[in-house]
């Protein structure tokens, strides 16, 4: 059984903050690897932060310096601190979780940055 939930979306002001959260459970397996993805309309998904089992994490250049992901300590919720948001944050934002098997995806929470 796969269960991935993302929430915390929403319209937010440019310079303001917002926090996402994932809860991502795969029965049987362990989490090799949490992600934050992003679609903005008309473009292609693409890769915002990562952080590993180990507690690697790998940022888009985009999101650096003003991202920040992070994990609880079952290693089984995801959360991305989205800070000085820009109107081109704008986009439905994908958690995923990867373990040896697959990928799974959550159905998106979508930010909207107003200018």
């Known amino acids: 059984q796969v269960q991935v939930v993302e929430s915390g979306g929403g319209l937010v002001q440019a310079g303001g903050s917002l926090r996402l959260s994932c809860a991502v459970s795969?029965?049987?397996?362990?989490?090799?690897?949490l992600s934050w993805y992003r679609q903005a309309p008309g473009q292609q998904r693409e890769l915002v932060a990562t952080?590993?089992?180990?507690?690697?994490?790998n940022y888009a250049d985009s999101a650096k310096g003003r991202f920040i992901i992070s994990r609880d300590g079952t290693k089984r919720t995801v959360f991305l601190q989205m800070n000085n948001l820009k109107p081109e944050d704008t986009a439905v934002y994908y958690c995923?979780?990867?373990?040896?098997?697959?990928?799974?995806w959550g159905q998106g929470t979508q930010v909207t940055v107003s200018s």
């Open positions: 995923s979780g990867t373990t040896s098997l697959n990928t799974y």
């Open positions: 795969v029965r049987g397996y362990s989490l090799n690897l």
């Open positions: 952080i590993t089992n180990g507690g690697t994490t």
